[in-house]
């Protein structure tokens, strides 16, 4: 979606710089963002080729998330100064 954004806005900025046209910039950035539309928001099928596997909530709960553990304090060995 960013991508297809992207590029009608870059693709419209340079029509538009050519022609000297606002007008036709925004139509062509319109244009983009209406085909974007279209290929981002219907559910489409080769959306679903691969659905993800979610753990169901009675699984879930059987497997509980690992707690961060506090950081450890680190020992530090002074080195005996030389006199």
Do not use: C
């Not at 419209?12 to 007008?23: D, H, I, K, R, T």
């Amino acid at each position: 979606m960013q991508i297809l954004l992207l590029a009608s806005a870059v693709v419209g900025f340079g029509a538009g710089y050519v022609l000297g046209s606002f007008q036709m910039m925004i139509l062509i950035y319109a244009g983009g963002v209406v085909l974007t539309t279209l290929v981002t928001i219907p559910n489409w099928p080769f959306f679903n080729r691969n659905p993800l596997k979610w753990l169901d909530p009675s699984e879930a709960e059987k497997h509980p998330k690992p707690q961060p553990q506090p950081p450890q304090p680190v020992s530090s060995k002074k080195k005996p100064s030389k006199k």
